[in-house]
């Protein structure tokens, strides 16, 4: 049986330096020790020829290069100033009956927290700190090339046939505005047809788990061809070498790069990536509240200005989001539009109402905050954990 299977594998091998094993000879041989092979080292990058020159992708490699410089940008045009609203913003947002259920609800919401405290304590102060928010989002599109392989199953091969259009001229389908995506495009002009430079055109390389001898060191008798002393391995037949599983015994393997079709198909892969760019700038307040909770929520919306470049907000009463604006959209520009192309920015300011809430449980005032159009709740010294939190 062992046998059989063994014979039936004797098939093809790769390159002529390499005899393999031969059954016949390992009849008369109980233990045979075949040389090992070395393993040519497959080329890990194609060689220079394998690439065409296409003009307009002079620097194009493999793997990928640097994002390709768009055609220049045009300038923003200064847009209208934003309506000057002055929301009484000292006033806290939200009455006190609302804090109050915002905290019960805050307190029912952690397992071990008793709700005593929020429902029984005596509001004695609210307090805003009501601050605005500034974001501003560039969506950008870059470009790379990279020249790519697959193997050649008689796809279309159309190099040299018309000028390849340049890098930003190939058409993308973008996506909506403000959402990130990537797309792999073909670049149309440069499809060619070449030997397969790894297995240099035989579609077989040598088996890398049998050195491309197409047997092993037989794992039952170590390579002894015996085992017990005298008994003959009944694994090997006596032989001391086993079929490779990995190639059939054959030595060879289909060549990983051209998958066995001796041609692969080499063009340059144009990437399109998408990206929304996202910065924000929160007005400092002095309420105590870590500014961080502030990223969770959303506030009133009180400016929105979209368009392909935007302006730095102008006119706003708070010279603080005046500065980050300006400084922000600078950063922007510098860095988005001379290695991407701007499709659209939009910036935004929000008004985040914030309460500060004293409150008074068995004679000692403790201090929660309430924030955010979702009536957040954070409160860092909520007197009645039941022990087992008190590490939080
Ligand atoms: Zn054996
Ligand atoms: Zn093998
Ligand atoms: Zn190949």
């Not at 594998?9 to 390159?15: D, E, V």
């Not at 989002?137 to 159309?158: A, I, K, L, M």
Request: overall charge neutral; proline content about 9%.
């Amino acid at each position: 049986m062992e046998n059989q299977r063994l014979l039936s594998g004797h098939g093809p091998y790769y390159g002529s330096d390499n005899p393999g094993y031969c059954p016949a000879a390992a009849a008369a041989i109980p233990a045979m020790f075949a040389p090992p092979v070395s393993d040519p080292s497959a080329p890990s990058a194609p060689p220079a020829s394998m690439f065409d020159n296409v003009p307009g992708y002079e620097g194009t490699v493999m793997g990928g290069g640097g994002f390709l410089p768009p055609p220049m940008p045009t300038v923003p045009v200064p847009m209208p100033e934003p309506g000057q609203t002055h929301p009484d913003w000292n006033i806290p947002s939200i009455t006190e009956e609302t804090a109050r259920d915002a905290f019960i609800m805050f307190a029912s919401s952690k397992c071990c927290y008793s709700s005593d405290p929020a429902r029984n304590g005596v509001i004695t102060r609210m307090e805003a700190f009501n601050t605005y928010r500034y974001r501003l989002e560039t969506f950008n599109e870059s470009r790379s090339t990279e020249w790519s392989q697959e193997p050649y199953n008689g796809q279309p091969v159309d190099a040299f046939t018309q000028a390849v259009p340049g890098p930003w001229d190939v058409p993308a389908q973008a996506p909506a505005f403000f959402k990130d995506h990537t797309q792999d495009i073909r670049v149309p002009y440069t499809s060619s047809v070449k030997n397969c430079y790894v297995c240099l055109g035989m579609g077989r390389t040598p088996c890398k788990d049998c050195a491309g001898a197409g047997n092993k060191v037989c794992w039952v008798c170590n390579g002894s061809g015996y085992r017990h002393g005298n008994d003959r391995c009944s694994h090997c037949n006596g032989r001391g070498r086993d079929n490779c599983s990995h190639c059939h015994g054959q030595g060879s393997r289909d060549c990983s790069t051209c998958h066995g079709r001796r041609q692969i198909l080499m063009f340059i892969n144009l990437k399109v990536k998408w990206t929304n760019h996202i910065d924000v700038y929160v007005v400092e307040q002095a309420s105590g509240l870590k500014v961080d909770n502030l990223s969770k929520v959303s506030g009133k919306e009180m400016y929105k200005d979209s368009q392909y470049l935007v302006y730095p907000v102008r006119g706003f009463p708070d010279l603080a989001v005046v500065g980050a604006s300006e400084r922000l959209v600078r950063e922007h520009t510098a860095n988005y539009s001379q290695t991407s192309r701007i499709l659209q920015q939009r910036q935004t300011i929000e008004l985040i109402p914030i309460t500060r809430v004293s409150y008074q449980w068995k004679g000692t005032t403790y201090v929660y905050f309430v924030y955010g159009n979702e009536f957040k709740v954070s409160s860092e010294d909520y007197p009645a954990k039941c022990c087992c939190c008190s590490v939080l």
